[in-house]
């Protein structure tokens, strides 16, 4: 063979090994090809009242420590003026007739003028003013003579008054009566305090001292901050897990979440410690209480506002097994097995039933449609089994319906997670809640973890998961986009194994920028703004984009999970008429593929890309809130192929309308 042929043979060689090369590196979507259905709740949300996530966060209430009943009376405020004298302002306690709300302020007013004798609250973190908007001012009074008005007022941190009003507290009995006024800012302040100066001389008892901006959520009274909502609405989660989280078990028992001490009149509902109060020494919170002004009647109506079906979550009977592990014994556990039954009632009742017609009181007689309910959060032990199996047999015996989610502990995998995992799979328990805080390389490697589950035992709820850039629980821990695409990638595996995974929410969800106790977190905000994580980003790019079925996708007859640094999974979804593919690109170069979608479908001939990418250390910040989040361009279809440019770094998703 002369050089010629020798090149020819070569060149041929070549060319024959690239299109080999080239084929098998094609990407193959079937449409018709379904491995399983998507569960219209897959993609949800944790909310736990952890980093501020309810009061000074979600629950829009503005003034901390409203009915002084926080460890020191006066936390959150400061009382001043020339004319203050010791013993006028005063913290009186009926603890033996007002159990729930014992504490009360008594005012002996002597002022006449601004300056005179005031009371100042900090709000948490300050207080967020927004120019031109409403603030509603209430309190609960009582005065035997009238004679004292309230000059309630927004004040910059110079003392300069942003928005003010007055209420004048008409004369009254003995009985405590609540009045309300309102006032407009006339500027923005990110972190105003709140002033009530007194004028006139008397006698007044003040509780719950209230202020709400004019715009919550809804527009409703006493509700939720509206941007904080929008973010979760824009996702249009399956699901809200709530309330937690550590938050269910307590540090201890009586410090355990209860649910039917959260419902009723806000000022009825008895205040606790938050157990994140204490729990960092690197993150002290010593002013983190639960007021429950976000209770239980709200959460259901949070699910119901933005189409997400209830979850929650009860204590089983164990207090958090880090701290005290305290635990009911088996023959007192009645009460919290009955709370968990009427629990039902509350949610789904006829209204002429106790706990529906208390619903029903509350304002919603319609049934909130429970069906889902967690045993248990993050609890593990054969202690854990037996207060299970009692839990398991008076709800099944009642609502075989409602499906029950247990615990597998704190970790998918070792001892711990084995020595439930086994026996909750033999009783054939509804849903498995698996809890992952580990590192982006553990997600890049697990996914494929439920690809060997057995697709007819039980199914599994991923309940708390999110990479963790350094450690968890480490305070350095970053909401990044290496942490994100991870999480994008493992992701795949979740949606392809649809038919084991039925839901899957990342923990935490808020976290307030000056008062939180754990990172990561998916959105953080402060008092007057609000941004999304890029793991914000791939879960709604997921949640908005869950499909109905799952659908073949292969490379080289494979699933794609880590192959090339490559993950990918595909949906159809039959109402809106799409094929939708995600594939992450885990590697530092820019990847080609052709993905050819076969199936009894007619593609379009144009779709949409929408990609993420960026550098692994990008981050989201209040000044950046939209730098790493996805962009849209159009994509072409030819042949019933398109042309992926995966990029370095990067989420693609893909959606193609078929017919
Ligand atoms: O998400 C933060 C905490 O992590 C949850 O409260 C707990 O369930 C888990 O340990």
């Not at 009376?73 to 729930?100: A, C, F, Y």
């Amino acid at each position: 063979m002369n050089f010629r042929q020798l090149a020819l043979t070569a060149i041929t060689t070549f060319s024959v090994l690239n299109v080999m090369a080239q084929k098998n590196k094609t990407i193959v979507v079937q449409t018709d090809k379904i491995t399983a259905q998507v569960q219209p709740e897959m993609w949800g949300v944790f909310f736990e009242d952890i980093n501020m996530g309810a009061d000074g966060g979600i629950y829009a209430e503005l003034i901390k420590n409203r009915s002084f009943e926080f460890y020191k009376p006066l936390m959150g405020w400061t009382t001043q003026g020339l004319r203050v004298k010791e013993g006028d302002i005063l913290v009186l306690n009926r603890k033996e007739t007002h159990s729930n709300n014992p504490r009360y302020l008594h005012v002996n007013s002597t002022g006449a003028k601004r300056g005179d004798m005031s009371i100042t609250n900090e709000g948490f973190k300050g207080i967020g003013v927004k120019k031109g908007l409403r603030y509603d001012f209430s309190v609960l009074y009582r005065q035997a003579t009238a004679g004292v008005k309230l000059h309630a007022e927004l004040i910059d941190s110079t003392g300069k008054v942003l928005g003010s009003a007055v209420l004048n507290p008409e004369r009254t009995t003995q009985q405590w009566e609540s009045q309300s006024v309102s006032f407009t800012a006339n500027e923005t302040v990110q972190k105003a305090k709140f002033n009530l100066w007194f004028e006139g001389e008397g006698q007044i008892d003040l509780d719950m001292i209230s202020l709400f901006p004019g715009d919550t959520w809804k527009n409703r009274k006493g509700g939720l901050r509206a941007d904080m909502v929008q973010m979760l609405a824009d996702m249009k989660p399956g699901f809200i897990r709530f309330p937690g989280g550590c938050i269910v078990e307590g540090h201890e028992l009586s410090t355990r979440y209860q649910w039917k001490k959260t419902i009723g009149p806000v000022e009825s509902r008895e205040l606790i410690v938050n157990r994140w109060n204490t729990e960092f020494a690197h993150r002290p919170s010593p002013d983190y209480y639960q007021t429950f002004g976000l209770g239980f009647y709200e959460y259901f109506q949070l699910s119901e506002d933005i189409g997400a079906e209830a979850l929650p979550i009860l204590n089983c009977g164990m207090a958090c097994q880090f701290n005290t592990a305290e635990l009911v014994p088996l023959d007192e556990l009645d009460p919290y097995i009955q709370d968990a039954l009427d629990l039902i009632e509350f949610a789904n009742g006829d209204i002429n039933s106790p706990w529906g017609k208390v619903r029903a009181e509350m304002g919603h007689p319609a049934p909130f449609n429970l069906k889902m309910m967690g045993i248990g959060n993050e609890n593990w032990g054969p202690q854990y089994l037996e207060r299970l199996a009692l839990f398991t047999k008076a709800l099944k015996s009642k609502y075989p319906d409602i499906r029950l989610i247990n615990s597998s502990g704190t970790d998918p995998v070792g001892e711990r997670f084995d020595l439930l995992n086994t026996p909750l799979r033999k009783m054939k328990a509804d849903i498995i809640d698996e809890h992952y805080y580990r590192s982006p390389q553990w997600f890049l490697d697990n996914a494929k973890r439920y690809d060997g589950y057995d697709r007819n035992g039980s199914k599994v709820f991923a309940g708390e998961y999110a990479a963790q850039s350094i450690s968890t629980t480490n305070p350095k821990n970053q909401n990044n986009w290496q942490c994100a695409i991870a999480e994008a990638a493992f992701m795949t595996g979740l949606e392809r194994n649809a038919g084991v995974v039925h839901m899957a929410s990342y923990a935490p969800l808020f976290a307030n920028a000056e008062g939180w106790q754990w990172t990561p977190d998916m959105i953080w905000v402060d008092n007057l703004h609000v941004y999304g994580t890029p793991n914000y980003y791939v879960q709604k790019l997921y949640s908005l984009n869950k499909g109905t079925d799952v659908v073949s996708i292969l490379s080289n007859n494979k699933v794609i999970a880590g192959q090339d640094s490559l993950y990918a999974s595909a949906v159809i979804d039959r109402k809106k008429k799409e094929v939708i593919i995600k594939v992450i690109n885990a590697s530092a170069t820019a990847i080609n593929r052709n993905i050819t979608i076969k199936g009894k479908y007619k593609l379009a001939a144009e779709g949409t890309l929408t990609q993420m990418q960026n550098d692994l250390k990008a981050v989201n910040t209040f000044k950046d809130a939209i730098h790493v989040s996805p962009k849209d361009e159009g994509l072409t279809i030819k042949n019933n192929t398109v042309v992926l440019n995966a990029a370095p770094y990067s989420f693609s998703l893909i959606r193609i309308p078929m017919n």
